[in-house]
């Protein structure tokens, strides 16, 4: 008896120091440490139901453990016949309307979250940006501003943003955990939602819908900026020459060279051609294709053979493959794309 | 196994009387065997998955590959492990709680067993044909209708054959309750696991159908060139997602109701008390089964539905937790004021309370919508239904079978190697699962091939995986218990437990006509009635007389056969002529085996009553 029990206790203490240990999970990622609206208002409604919940689990061990502690047929007490009670119905009627009550104390908040977060009466004078799930990239249309991105989505700290969510392929999800909570994006409908985030900095944001082999590896950022920042990010973006010379040579080779084996999917500037990420501020990224930390390096492999970095994605085996010194020369290129002085570095201090 | 007929016959002859056997008794042992043989194999996809995870940005396995380990991991455990070893205690035990001589359709209940087995291994066979399907056991569209070779066509057609196997057992379960049951047992005097089953073969006559629609409607879609779900064709995807869950969520009620059969009976035994509130179980049981098919959109919370769908899927889910709330309290009840004896059997349904009653909380927390937007499609799912199907259907199944295996087999499982598969398996379940709650929050979505480093996820997946193979260990003891007991373990007679129930009431392993004469009904926990008396058994309720039953037939063999040649012609039938052919050799075989049945009279045998002390049939 003392042994189940131990092992039991044991467990937990266990689970609660691994917890501490890792704390609560890692800031800007974890949907613990809230920094946006729909993150905190998720975050109470788990907090009202566990902690309802942890009360009828109290309940239902402290039963338990009197059960087990005094009902254990002793030695010598074989023989011994339990008296056959039938039931008690004044008990069954308390465990019948205590429970709905707990029930309902659980579900009048919830339906007020839940319309809370489904609610769209400002959608007209707030900032919207298209969101459109790629295998294995987001992309992002500022209709209004007439500005393309992909894997880095730029917001102004303590508005609410419009997000219209589609598919171009099969299901995803969007999810910044320590922002909102997720929706999907599904191809054949146009989902909305609101996101407000409380503090500037760079979000983890992650597809958390199956959806093929590079499912764990498509990954995005929302940056979070000031409104000035924002409107300068804005006006950088949509001021920029896209067809401006690169200075080294190499960039300009490389230039060249985009231009004729990569454009058809890639754009730079407001095209909007997205078959593949729109590069227009490749440079100013913190992250390849949402993963890899971009250097060099990483970007020449990639442009090499991009199936090594992200498995079953829709680039491999469909762009002439260049040579290593091209891939040089193209990398030069595409990370001198820096438009704006905002960036992910810049929001993050 | 310790088949007492099977040992004194040479194995030609006992593979022919199980390939042949309409005997519910014969049909559960191989519901077992298979069903066990799919737990093994989802259960070395699940450690693979594991292992997989051990540490961030690991490469054990592929990123493809990966995606087809975790599909054939759900798929496996849900359809061919939990569904059959559920089967299989419904086969061994129902009859005998109703004081049934058979099934009432034993030619249907042999082919049911058939087509799941054909259908598992057709399923099983894409491992070595270009790989096994890749879009989740939830096959969602249109990541299932664009996945590239034929791994989704083994799923489509794998289900839809032993899915066809699932919708006969419980036609064939509903139908042996409300018509088999011995005199004098009305529906209020049915064990409680009678009960449950008899409610989960109607969530499966209603849910199944759902999912035999949604996997004919996939099929044509990947096979035959229509648009059902391709949205480029005005198709809509989020029908897929109805369809699937209107089955999916039933499915859950439908493994899980059996399971808190198993544990009213064992309470009710080993506590050596009736059954409390007896009438509240039932209607619990029957409750949960109606609002099983209410909620099914509470998996959907994020495709955008809108808030009142979401509102009232979230209200209807959390009504739920009432019924299930009212069996959690019977249970204890029952256990309360009783003589409590712990063995295998009860340390299974014991360390249920617990880990079910976690599993329940965190379903309240993901029926409120508005929180499950973070919980979606996380670790924190993950946990949670591995804490109602691990902590509820794989304890039932642990418990309904060290508590039955001495029905089965006549040898009651060892009482210290059963110990100890439950504390490995416990142990190493709760390590398992418990933090994957915490890992889901902090930003873990599930189905990942891996995690990045620095994102706080790394120590809860190593504890996770270790917890993994502490269950490995205690699956691998059971294993051995198994093996050992049918060698070393002693003979018991027909009432090891002091049970309360039929089939405690005529021997171990009961003769193949199971009750030599119907058994008089006078209340519930009809043995233990009769015990309290002062009588040693039941009260026969007929006289001694000829029995009459089903003969053994190869038919439902050959049927089975048959759409397993189909499947692969359909799934071939566009690239090879040979699997055109084959799809109508298959069908044809099938058909014609139908043609037969229909055709040629079978009235069956009859056991003359002069032969029944002789234990002729045996
Ligand atoms: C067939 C269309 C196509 C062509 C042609 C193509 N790409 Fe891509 N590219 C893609 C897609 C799709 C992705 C997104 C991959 C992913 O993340 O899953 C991508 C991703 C990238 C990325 C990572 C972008 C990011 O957001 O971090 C870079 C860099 C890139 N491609 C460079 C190139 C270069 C250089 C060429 C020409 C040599 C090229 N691509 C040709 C489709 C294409
Ligand atoms: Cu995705």
């Known amino acids: 008896m003392k042994g189940w029990m131990g092992k039991v206790r044991a467990l937990f203490l266990l689970s609660i120091l691994s917890l501490i240990l890792s704390g609560c999970g890692v800031e800007n990622l974890s949907a613990f440490l809230p920094k946006g609206y729909g993150a905190e208002v998720s975050l109470d409604i788990i907090f009202i139901s566990l902690a309802v919940m942890i009360f009828v689990f109290i309940i239902v061990m402290v039963i338990y453990t009197i059960v087990l502690v005094k009902y254990r047929q002793k030695k010598g007490q074989e023989d011994f016949v339990p008296k056959q009670t039938e039931g008690n119905h004044i008990l069954e009627i308390v465990w019948t309307v205590i429970p709905i009550i707990l029930l309902i104390v659980i579900a009048v908040p919830t339906i007020a979250a839940t319309y809370d977060l489904a609610d769209e009466t400002d959608k007209g004078d707030s900032l919207n940006i298209n969101v459109t799930g790629n295998q294995y990239w987001w992309h992002f249309n500022y209709s209004e501003e007439e500005i393309q991105t992909s894997q880095d989505m730029y917001i102004p700290v303590g508005q609410k943003v419009y997000l219209n969510m589609m598919s171009s392929d099969v299901l995803h999800s969007f999810w910044v955990p320590a922002i909102s909570g997720k929706m999907d994006t599904n191809p054949e409908n146009e989902n909305t939602m609101y996101i407000e985030a409380y503090e500037e900095g760079v979000y983890w944001?992650?597809?958390?819908?199956?959806?093929?082999?590079?499912?764990?590896?498509?990954?995005?950022?929302?940056?979070?900026?000031?409104?000035?920042?924002?409107?300068?990010?804005?006006?950088?973006?949509?001021?920029?020459?896209?067809?401006?010379?690169?200075?080294?040579?190499?960039?300009?080779?490389?230039?060249?060279?985009?231009?004729?084996?990569?454009?058809?999917?890639?754009?730079?500037?407001?095209?909007?051609?997205?078959?593949?990420?729109?590069?227009?501020?490749?440079?100013?990224?913190?992250?390849?294709?949402?993963?890899?930390?971009?250097?060099?390096?990483?970007?020449?492999?990639?442009?090499?053979?991009?199936?090594?970095?992200?498995?079953?994605?829709?680039?491999?085996?469909?762009?002439?493959?260049?040579?290593?010194?091209?891939?040089?020369?193209?990398?030069?290129?595409?990370?001198?794309?820096?438009?704006?002085?905002?960036?992910?570095?810049?929001?993050?201090? | 196994?310790?088949?007492?007929?099977?040992?004194?016959?040479?194995?030609?002859?006992?593979?022919?009387?199980?390939?042949?056997?309409?005997?519910?008794?014969?049909?559960?042992?191989?519901?077992?065997?298979?069903?066990?043989?799919?737990?093994?194999?989802?259960?070395?996809?699940?450690?693979?998955?594991?292992?997989?995870?051990?540490?961030?940005?690991?490469?054990?396995?592929?990123?493809?590959?990966?995606?087809?380990?975790?599909?054939?991991?759900?798929?496996?455990?849900?359809?061919?492990?939990?569904?059959?070893?559920?089967?299989?205690?419904?086969?061994?035990?129902?009859?005998?709680?109703?004081?049934?001589?058979?099934?009432?359709?034993?030619?249907?209940?042999?082919?049911?067993?058939?087509?799941?087995?054909?259908?598992?291994?057709?399923?099983?066979?894409?491992?070595?044909?270009?790989?096994?399907?890749?879009?989740?056991?939830?096959?969602?569209?249109?990541?299932?209708?664009?996945?590239?070779?034929?791994?989704?066509?083994?799923?489509?057609?794998?289900?839809?054959?032993?899915?066809?196997?699932?919708?006969?057992?419980?036609?064939?379960?509903?139908?042996?309750?409300?018509?088999?049951?011995?005199?004098?047992?009305?529906?209020?005097?049915?064990?409680?696991?009678?009960?449950?089953?008899?409610?989960?073969?109607?969530?499966?006559?209603?849910?199944?159908?759902?999912?035999?629609?949604?996997?004919?409607?996939?099929?044509?879609?990947?096979?035959?060139?229509?648009?059902?779900?391709?949205?480029?064709?005005?198709?809509?995807?989020?029908?897929?997602?109805?369809?699937?869950?209107?089955?999916?969520?039933?499915?859950?009620?439908?493994?899980?109701?059996?399971?808190?059969?198993?544990?009213?009976?064992?309470?009710?035994?080993?506590?050596?008390?009736?059954?409390?509130?007896?009438?509240?179980?039932?209607?619990?049981?029957?409750?949960?089964?109606?609002?099983?098919?209410?909620?099914?959109?509470?998996?959907?919370?994020?495709?955008?539905?809108?808030?009142?769908?979401?509102?009232?899927?979230?209200?209807?889910?959390?009504?739920?937790?009432?019924?299930?709330?009212?069996?959690?309290?019977?249970?204890?009840?029952?256990?309360?004021?009783?003589?409590?004896?712990?063995?295998?059997?009860?340390?299974?349904?014991?360390?249920?309370?617990?880990?079910?009653?976690?599993?329940?909380?965190?379903?309240?927390?993901?029926a409120a919508a508005a929180a499950d937007y973070q919980f979606h499609d996380t670790y924190f799912v993950v946990a949670h239904f591995h804490y109602v199907i691990v902590g509820g259907v794989v304890f039932g199944i642990f418990s309904g079978l060290h508590y039955w295996w001495p029905k089965m087999f006549g040898k009651i499982l060892d009482e210290k190697l059963g110990k100890i598969t439950f504390w490995t398996f416990f142990v190493g379940f709760h390590l398992t699962f418990f933090i994957q709650h915490f890992l889901g929050l902090m930003g873990m979505p599930r189905r990942y091939w891996v995690y990045l480093e620095d994102q706080g996820l790394d120590l809860g997946n190593s504890i996770s995986t270790v917890g993994a193979f502490f269950m490995g260990v205690g699956a691998l003891v059971f294993l051995y218990n198994v093996i050992y007991t049918s060698v070393k373990g002693e003979k018991v007679g027909g009432d090891p437990w002091d049970g309360r129930t039929l089939e405690w009431s005529i021997p171990s392993p009961p003769p193949h006509y199971n009750f030599a004469q119907a058994p008089l009904v006078r209340g519930l926990d009809p043995l233990w009635i009769e015990k309290t008396e002062g009588r040693k058994g039941m009260t026969p309720a007929e006289p001694l007389d000829d029995i009459h039953m089903p003969n053994n037939t190869i038919l439902p063999f050959v049927m089975s056969v048959g759409l397993f040649i189909a499947g692969f012609g359909f799934i071939y039938q566009a690239e090879y002529t040979g699997g055109f052919i084959a799809m109508f050799v298959g069908m044809g075989i099938t058909l014609g085996a139908m043609f037969t049945r229909s055709v040629k009279d079978d009235l069956g045998h009859h056991i003359h009553k002069e032969d029944l002390d002789k234990g002729a049939g045996m």
């Open chain 2, 1 to 366: 196994m310790s088949n007492t007929i099977a040992q004194k016959k040479g194995f030609g002859a006992t593979l022919w009387d199980y390939l042949t056997t309409v005997d519910h008794k014969k049909i559960a042992i191989m519901y077992l065997i298979g069903g066990g043989f799919f737990f093994i194999l989802g259960g070395l996809e699940a450690l693979a998955i594991r292992w997989q995870l051990i540490v961030p940005e690991n490469d054990f396995v592929s990123a493809g590959f990966y995606n087809e380990i975790l599909t054939m991991h759900g798929t496996t455990m849900i359809f061919l492990a939990a569904m059959p070893l559920i089967f299989a205690l419904m086969n061994a035990v129902l009859p005998l709680q109703i004081g049934a001589r058979d099934v009432a359709f034993p030619f249907l209940n042999s082919l049911g067993f058939w087509l799941f087995l054909f259908g598992g291994i057709l399923l099983n066979c894409s491992w070595f044909l270009g790989g096994a399907p890749d879009a989740g056991w939830t096959a969602y569209a249109p990541l299932s209708t664009t996945s590239p070779g034929h791994g989704v066509d083994f799923y489509i057609l794998g289900l839809q054959i032993s899915g066809a196997g699932t919708l006969m057992g419980g036609i064939n379960f509903l139908v042996t309750v409300i018509n088999m049951r011995a005199p004098g047992m009305t529906y209020m005097r049915m064990p409680l696991f009678t009960w449950a089953s008899f409610v989960t073969s109607a969530l499966i006559l209603f849910a199944f159908p759902a999912l035999t629609v949604g996997l004919f409607l996939l099929m044509f879609d990947r096979l035959f060139g229509s648009v059902f779900f391709d949205a480029n064709y005005g198709g809509n995807s989020v029908i897929w997602e109805h369809l699937f869950w209107i089955f999916g969520h039933p499915e859950v009620y439908i493994l899980i109701l059996p399971a808190f059969g198993v544990f009213s009976d064992v309470f009710s035994t080993f506590a050596k008390k009736r059954l409390f509130g007896y009438t509240a179980m039932v209607f619990a049981t029957v409750l949960i089964g109606f609002l099983g098919f209410m909620v099914w959109a509470h998996h959907m919370f994020t495709v955008g539905l809108g808030p009142a769908a979401n509102s009232i899927f979230a209200v209807a889910t959390m009504a739920i937790a009432v019924p299930t709330g009212i069996k959690i309290f019977n249970w204890l009840f029952t256990l309360w004021g009783g003589s409590i004896r712990i063995n295998s059997a009860m340390l299974w349904a014991l360390g249920f309370i617990p880990s079910f009653t976690i599993g329940g909380m965190t379903g309240v927390m993901l």
């Open chain 1, 205 to 349: 944001g992650k597809c958390a819908e199956l959806c093929g082999p590079s499912h764990s590896l498509m990954d995005f950022k929302i940056v979070v900026v000031s409104q000035e920042e924002f409107d300068q990010w804005v006006s950088d973006m949509q001021n920029l020459d896209a067809e401006a010379t690169p200075e080294t040579a190499s960039a300009q080779e490389g230039q060249a060279l985009f231009e004729q084996s990569c454009l058809q999917c890639h754009a730079i500037g407001s095209n909007p051609v997205a078959i593949g990420p729109n590069l227009t501020n490749f440079g100013d990224r913190s992250k390849l294709a949402g993963v890899e930390d971009l250097t060099h390096d990483m970007l020449v492999e990639w442009i090499l053979d991009p199936e090594s970095i992200k498995p079953g994605n829709k680039m491999t085996g469909n762009y002439d493959v260049p040579s290593k010194d091209e891939a040089e020369k193209i990398a030069d290129y595409l990370l001198q794309l820096k438009p704006s002085e905002i960036t992910p570095e810049s929001a993050s201090e």
